[in-house]
C-alpha cells in the first residue's frame, strides 16, 4: 500500500515506535498487514518477528516486509528449537484406537493400562478399550491446545450420558491413560502418532526464549492458547497484537481471542476499510450489528459497491465443502473455468486411493495405506480420531470418487487463470475479489424454545460462529455482494421474538460431548473431535466364540435395565502338560501370558495379542477389545 497512513494509521505507527506494547483491532479489509509493514519500516533497527497464522501467510510476508522482520509460523520456531527431534514421526501411518491401545497397553505400567484390557462400566455406560484410548488421546490433544503446564481433569472431553460421580470415575480412568500417552509422544522414540502440534506443546513447556526486539502476531482473535501463553511470555519484547474479534472462525477447534487479554499498553482501531464502499460496508456493519462489536467498517467513499445479483460471480463462498463442490460440478458443467481454493490435487488422490480401497485392492496413499478396505476408513473417520480427513470422506462418499476425479481434473490450476473461484467461507479468510456470490447453504434461522427445549417462550438463537462466518464470506467483496444466500438478516428482528446469540459450547465451562457419531449435511469443515464407541453388547454369534475360546460371559447387571451379555473373565483351558500350542500358521504360541507369565486360568489380561491364543487357537476378535 503505497497510500500516505490514515490517521488511524499514523496512530498505530506512532505506538510502535514509542516501543509501547499494543493492540490493534483491523475490521475487514483495513490494511492490517501494511500497517504492520510501515510500522516494522519506521524502525529499522528493531529486530522484529511477525508469527503468521499459516504458512501461505508467512510466505507473502517474507516477500513484502522489510529486512528487519522475520516471517515464521508456530510451527516453524517449535521445529527450529525442538521439533526437528521428532521428524521422523511425523510421518507414521494412521492409528485406528484399537491400535493406540494396544501401544499403550503393550508398553506402559500396569496400573496405568489396567482398564485397557477390559470394557469399563460407568454408571450403564461402557467404554471399551479402544474408546478409552480415543478418549485419552482427545484428553491429549486438548491439553496440547492448552497453555497448562500439566494434564488435569478440565481437559477430559465429555461422554454422553456421564454425570456426576460417574464422570468423576471417568476422569480417574482417563487421566492415567492419559499420561502414558503423553509420556510416549513427548519422547522421540514413542510408538503413537505424533502431530506438529505435539512438538508445539514440548516446546511451550520449555518456556522457549525468542530472540526478537519485537513479536508481531497477526490474525489473533484465532490464538492457539499454548502459542499465545509463549509470546505474552517474552519479558522485555515489545508485544503487537493485531486482528478483528469478529473474524475469530475456529473456536470451535479451540482457538481464543487472544486480542482481548493480551497485555497492551494501548489499544488502538483500524476502522477504514479500502476493500469496498459504503452500501458493502453497510451490510458488513448488520452482521457486526447481531455480534455487538465495538468497531464498524467505515467504507472506502472512492468505492462504488453494488448489493444485488450477479450473472458472472468472479468468486462463490459456500458454508460447506460439500456445497463447494455442487458449485463447482454446476459451473463446470456451464462451461466455466474453475478454480477450487486450496486446489484439487489432494482430494483427487485421495479418491484415487478411495477408488482401490473399494474394490479391495491396497493403496500407497500416506493418508490411507493403513487401511484394507473403504470402509474401515469410513469407520475410522466416524470411531476414531480421524476427524482431518472427514471433509474428505464425507464428499467422496456423497459423490462418488469418479465423479471426484473427474471434477477435479477439469479444475483450473491458477486463480487467475479462472472465469470463477469456489471457496468456503473459512478458506476465503484473507482473500478478496470483484464480485462475489454468497451459496445457498448459509442456513437460515428459526424460533425454537428457549432457554431450554421445553420452554414455551421462543427466540431466535444465532450462533458467534455463523455470524463472524457470515461476516467474513460478504466483506470479500470489493465492487458487487450478491448476498441473497445470507439475506435472512433483514428478517432477524421480524419474527417477533428476541434475538439470542450464544457462544461456541467449546468456550463453556465443560468441553463439548464427542457424541455425534455422523456429520449433519450443514457442518462446517467436520473435524470437531469424534464420538466415543456406543454400548455394544456381544451378539449371540459373540458369545457362541467367546464360550468355544473357553471364555466366561455373564448377563449384564440389571442396574441400568439391560439383560445383554457382556465380557466378563478370562478363563481359558491350560494346555496339557508338555504340549506348546501352536497358531494358525504353525508357529508355537506361549501357553501364558507375556505380562504377567501366568496361565491363561489365572490371567485377566484378555487383550487377544497378549493372550496369545493359549489354547491353541485364535483369540476371537472381540475379546476385551472393540469392533475397530
Known amino acids: 500500500m503505497s497510500h500516505k497512513p490514515t490517521d488511524e494509521q499514523a496512530t498505530v505507527i506512532d505506538a510502535f515506535v514509542d516501543g509501547q506494547s499494543l493492540v490493534t483491532v483491523a475490521v475487514a479489509g483495513a490494511g492490517k498487514t501494511s500497517t504492520i509493514r510501515m510500522s516494522a519500516e519506521a524502525a529499522p533497527t528493531r529486530r ?49 484406537a484399537r491400535q493406540s491401545a494396544e501401544i499403550m497397553y503393550a508398553g506402559g505400567s500396569i496400573p496405568a493400562t489396567r482398564v485397557l484390557n ?63 500417552a503423553w509420556s510416549d509422544l513427548r519422547h522421540p522414540s514413542g510408538k503413537l502418532r ?33 502459542l499465545a501463553s509463549v509470546l505474552t511470555g517474552q ?62 467498517v467505515i467504507g472506502a467513499p472512492w468505492i462504488e459497491s453494488v448489493i444485488g445479483p450477479i450473472e458472472q460471480p468472479d468468486a462463490v463462498l459456500c458454508r460447506t465443502n460439500a456445497g463447494a463442490m455442487r458449485e463447482t460440478m454446476e459451473h463446470l458443467a456451464a462451461g466455466s473455468r474453475v478454480h477450487l481454493t486450496g486446489g484439487g490435487s489432494e482430494i483427487r488422490r485421495l479418491a484415487e486411493a478411495a477408488e482401490k480401497l473399494i474394490h479391495g485392492e491396497p493403496t500407497d496413499h500416506p493418508e490411507l495405506a493403513a487401511f484394507a478396505s473403504w470402509d474401515e476408513v469410513c469407520q475410522y473417520v466416524a470411531e476414531d480420531d480421524g476427524g482431518d480427513l472427514a471433509p474428505a470422506v464425507k464428499l467422496i462418499n456423497d459423490y462418488g470418487p469418479d465423479a471426484i476425479m473427474a471434477t477435479c481434473d477439469r479444475l483450473t490450476r491458477r486463480a487467475d487463470d479462472a472465469q470463477v473461484v469456489i471457496s468456503t467461507g473459512h478458506k476465503s479468510k484473507g482473500l478478496q475479489w470483484p464480485r462475489v456470490h454468497i451459496g445457498d447453504d448459509f442456513r437460515e434461522p428459526t424460533p425454537v424454545p428457549y432457554p431450554t427445549p421445553e420452554s414455551p417462550r421462543k427466540a431466535l438463537v444465532l450462533r458467534k460462529s ?23 438478516v433483514d428478517r432477524v428482528h421480524s419474527y417477533g ?88 500358521d504353525g508357529v508355537p504360541l506361549s501357553p ?37
Open 48 to 96: 522484529c518477528l511477525y508469527v503468521a497464522y499459516n504458512k501461505a501467510l508467512a510466505d507473502e510476508a517474507k516477500t513484502s516486509m522489510p529486512r528487519n522482520v522475520e516471517a515464521r509460523t508456530a510451527h516453524s520456531l517449535a521445529f527450529r528449537d525442538v521439533g526437528y527431534r521428532y521428524k521422523h514421526r511425523l510421518d507414521a501411518p494412521r492409528l485406528t
Open 592 to 628: 501364558t501370558c507375556l505380562r504377567c507369565g501366568l496361565p491363561p486360568a489365572d490371567c485377566t489380561d484378555i487383550l487377544p495379542m497378549l493372550w496369545h491364543a493359549a489354547a491353541g487357537r485364535p483369540a476371537p476378535e472381540l475379546v476385551g477389545a472393540d469392533r475397530g
Open 194 to 226: 505424533h502431530v506438529p502440534d505435539h512438538y508445539l506443546k514440548v516446546w511451550a513447556l520449555g518456556s522457549p526464549y525468542i530472540p526478537a526486539d519485537c513479536i508481531l502476531f497477526d490474525e489473533a482473535q484465532d490464538a492457539n492458547p499454548v
Open 466 to 488: 455463523e455470524l463472524m462466518l457470515a461476516y467474513v464470506a460478504v466483506t470479500r467483496a470489493q465492487q458487487q455482494l450478491d448476498d441473497d444466500g445470507v439475506a435472512w
Open 235 to 296: 519479558r522485555g519484547a515489545q508485544l503487537v497484537a493485531v486482528g478483528d474479534p469478529c473474524q475469530q472462525l475456529y473456536a470451535w477447534r479451540g482457538s481464543i481471542d487472544a486480542l482481548a487479554t493480551w497485555p497492551a499498553d494501548v489499544r488502538l482501531t483500524l476502522s477504514q476499510s479500502f476493500r469496498f464502499g459504503p452500501r458493502i460496508a453497510a451490510r458488513a456493519n448488520q452482521w457486526l450489528g447481531l455480534l455487538n462489536a465495538e468497531t464498524r
Open 118 to 180: 477390559a470394557p469399563v462400566d460407568l454408571g450403564g455406560v461402557v467404554l471399551r478399550p479402544a474408546a478409552l484410548a480415543r478418549t485419552a488421546l482427545a484428553t491429549v490433544n486438548r491439553y496440547c491446545e492448552s497453555a497448562d503446564p500439566e494434564i488435569a481433569a478440565h481437559h477430559v472431553p465429555k461422554v454422553e450420558g456421564v454425570t456426576g460421580h460417574a464422570r468423576k470415575a471417568l476422569v480417574d480412568v482417563v487421566l492415567p491413560i492419559a499420561d502414558l
Open 497 to 584: 421474538v428476541p434475538v439470542v446469540v450464544v457462544g461456541e459450547r467449546r468456550d463453556e465451562q465443560e468441553p463439548e460431548p464427542l457424541v455425534v457419531k455422523h456429520h449433519p449435511p450443514h457442518s462446517i469443515l467436520p473435524d470437531a473431535p469424534d464420538p466415543l464407541d456406543p454400548v455394544w453388547p456381544l451378539s449371540a454369534a459373540e458369545i457362541e466364540d467367546a464360550e468355544q475360546a473357553g471364555l466366561v460371559v455373564r448377563p449384564e447387571s440389571p442396574a441400568n435395565g439391560l439383560d445383554d451379555l457382556m465380557l466378563d473373565e478370562l478363563t481359558g483351558p491350560t494346555p496339557a502338560p508338555g504340549v506348546r500350542p501352536t497358531g494358525p
